[in-house]
């Protein structure tokens, strides 16, 4: 049976994608199928650790709605989308597959995407950067535990939610934007990030890897992070005139409920940059 595809779609020219971690226990497929359900677009770039391998190797976990993402992207593709496929450092053993045609899907080390206005991005996943996060190993753990307890607190907090009948909303991703370290972190991220594009000569980045989404310019330099499907549920996409909007699905879905939502109304209360 056909993931069923809804009437009423968001069209765009292009869609980027991250971090959706398919094998671990808190990755959100479901609010991804919905998503994926309801874009119409030419290109879909999938930009790293769509499968979590790394959780795989510790515990088996692959519910329905896991193997529904791969089918869905699969019908896309079939459907005419191009799909291109930049592993991370969660999938990297597909890494071994670069520049060959997996079925309907282009795997790539990176990519460079010019966008209808002509402006040039760097695609990538985003650890190649991670050298530039000095972390001792004792920080690196401590974090990863951290990280850990945040997404233990995240699905609690929101069972809570869904009881009193609230909508989802990232708990995990709120304390991390106001824990002093971890910003500096994210910073100094961006930074690499946008000093790469600007060594290579290019218009701006994109790419995911540190689960904060975000679009912002500095230097000149366009910087731009999809964000995840574990914590934020986020996207961005790029419409027929090269605008590139971040977009939260958890608050844009809800305008696709009435017939009438136009684009610009489903991608309501996103961040949004003219190119």
């Known amino acids: 049976m056909e993931v069923p595809i809804h ?3 968001l069209k765009c020219r292009t869609v980027f994608i991250s ?8 990755c959100k497929a479901e609010f991804l199928l919905d998503f994926l359900s309801k874009i119409d677009c030419e290109v879909l770039y999938l930009l790293g650790d769509i499968v979590d391998l790394w959780s795989l190797k510790k515990r088996l976990f692959w519910p329905p709605a896991h193997y529904e993402v791969i089918r869905l992207i699969n019908q896309l593709a079939n459907n005419g989308t191009r799909i291109v496929y930049i592993p991370g450092n969660h999938d990297e053993t597909f890494r071994d597959y670069a520049d060959q045609n997996w079925g309907n899907v282009d795997i790539r080390h990176e990519v460079v995407h010019e966008t209808a206005a002509g402006k040039k991005l760097l695609l990538f996943h985003g650890d190649a950067l991670d050298s530039h996060i000095r972390l001792s190993w004792l920080n690196q753990a401590i974090g990863d535990h ?19 009948g609230f909508d989802y909303w990232s708990l995990s991703t709120y304390i991390k934007t106001h824990v002093k370290n971890a910003r500096e972190a994210v910073e100094i991220f961006e930074n690499a990030a946008i000093h790469e594009a600007k060594k290579r000569g290019l218009d701006g980045v994109i790419c995911g890897h540190i689960h904060k989404a975000e679009i912002l310019v500095k230097e000149g330099i366009l910087y731009c992070n999809d964000g995840d499907w574990v914590e934020s549920c986020t996207a961005l996409t790029e419409d027929f005139n090269g605008r590139i909007a971040l977009l939260n699905w958890t608050e844009s879905r809800k305008s696709l409920k009435t017939l009438s939502a136009s684009n610009d109304e489903v991608i309501a209360k996103t961040q949004r940059i003219a190119l």
Do not use: P
């Open 7 to 9: 009437t009423q779609k």
């Open 19 to 26: 971090d959706v971690h398919l094998g671990y226990k808190d």
């Open 146 to 164: 951290a990280y850990d307890f945040l997404l233990f607190l995240n699905r609690w907090c929101n069972f809570i939610r869904r009881r009193f």
